[in-house]
């Protein structure tokens, strides 16, 4: 099969994924009617997805790398259903959070073995393609996910919602087993050392703790916008969505191919950083206190033009990190791990301040999270990275 192919699939994988996220935006609402869950309820039902990484990445990825991708993804896939499967069945909140922590082994699984086997498709410029590509997974799944879910829940219910935000990873597990075997690295170092490799790397835990920064806070904002906008601005739950999605894809599209570029011409990686996390700062900051639509709008264009190249920029640094004999695997474990860490900590504590002190409180929190995020990529030094060529 062709490389494209392969990309296809994988990104489709990363994509039906980060749908998890985003499908709970638009059925809180309907959730909390029929859970009575608080917003800090609401908000662990959303950072759940993420549990596993939080607990499990850094092993899980050297145990992908031991035991092979494609073993690593069809157990991802199959965890994701049952997942799914549980929560749109559950009828206590205690199984809406089994639910959610089943799905997040399946999701844990996909996140590092999707962008370890693109790392391995073959030559420098197919990899930074891929790469590329890979970095627009989590912003434009969760878009889709919104977008979906606001769809179906209009449609029919939240549980529906559910399945039809899970049924892609049933379509592309058969189409996984089509594809050619990636030409991994041998890996022979045990759990401990493998742990222990890339909790020693300076580069990589700069860059873990800055990309988890900005993944908690963009997990919280998400799975609050739906139903902030339409608090603030009057409008639908669907509407919202739609903004929301439309903006996202474009957005990230935007900023992931022009941190790409950036970075193919050497401007450094903390430099990308250094711009697109005070501009997400702002932007989330205003779209949180705008009651204006035009002002929500233009803000949440930037949110996600700066979301696509902090992220675009994580994941491309990676490559050349893996370069210092450490397992691709275990690079994406340690960076979902530390991501994940602040995914399951930030909706909660973001659901606790917006109850206190309303969505004004949440602006001040969340744009906190991305300047914290920035001061730490300013210690990054590390400015070359492997391009096309």
Do not use: H
């Not at 759940?48 to 790398?65: D, E, H, R």
Request: glycine share 10%.
């Amino acid at each position: 099969m062709p490389p494209i192919f392969a990309i296809c699939v994988l990104y489709g994988l990363g994509l039906t994924a980060s749908m998890q996220v985003g499908l709970v935006g638009p059925i809180a609402p309907d959730l909390r009617a029929g859970f009575d869950l608080s917003q800090a309820q609401f908000g662990l039902v959303a950072s759940l997805i993420t549990a596993a990484g939080a607990l499990f990445a850094i092993p899980a990825g050297v145990w992908a790398a031991q035991a092979g991708l494609r073993r690593s993804l069809v157990l991802g896939g199959l965890m994701m259903i049952i997942g799914a499967a549980l929560f749109a069945t559950a009828s206590s909140s205690g199984m809406l959070y089994v639910g959610r922590l089943v799905t997040s082994v399946g999701y844990l699984l996909i996140v590092v073995g999707a962008p370890s086997w693109m790392a391995n498709l073959g030559n420098a410029r197919t990899v930074a393609m891929a790469m590329s590509i890979w970095g627009t997974f989590i912003p434009v799944g969760i878009a889709m996910g919104n977008w979906t879910s606001a769809a179906i829940v209009a449609w029919l219910d939240w549980r529906m919602a559910v399945v039809a935000c899970t049924i892609p990873v049933a379509i592309l597990l058969p189409a996984l087993m089509l594809l050619t075997k990636p030409r991994e690295q041998s890996f022979n170092r045990s759990l401990t050392s493998g742990i222990s490799g890339v909790l020693k790397s300076r580069p990589a835990m700069q860059i873990a703790l800055t990309f988890a920064a900005f993944a908690g806070a963009t997990s919280a904002s998400l799975a609050f916008m739906p139903a902030m906008m339409a608090d603030n601005l009057a409008i639908s739950i669907p509407l919202a969505a739609a903004i929301i999605g439309i903006t996202a894809i474009a957005g990230n599209i935007i900023g992931s191919v022009g941190a790409g570029m950036a970075l193919g011409r050497e401007m450094p990686g903390r430099i990308m950083l250094a711009i697109g996390l005070p501009v997400m700062a702002a932007a989330i900051f205003i779209l949180f206190v705008s009651q204006i639509i035009t002002i929500s709008v233009l803000a949440l264009i930037l949110f996600n033009i700066g979301q696509g190249v902090v992220a675009g920029t994580c994941f491309a640094l990676l490559p050349r990190i893996a370069d210092r004999n450490l397992s691709m695997p275990a690079l994406q474990g340690m960076l979902a791990q530390f991501a994940e860490i602040f995914v399951v900590i930030v909706p909660p504590v973001a659901g606790a301040m917006i109850d206190w002190a309303n969505w004004k409180g949440a602006a001040f929190l969340l744009a906190g999270f991305y300047l914290a995020g920035f001061v730490i990529s300013l210690r990054y030094r590390q400015v070359r990275v492997v391009t096309a060529g």
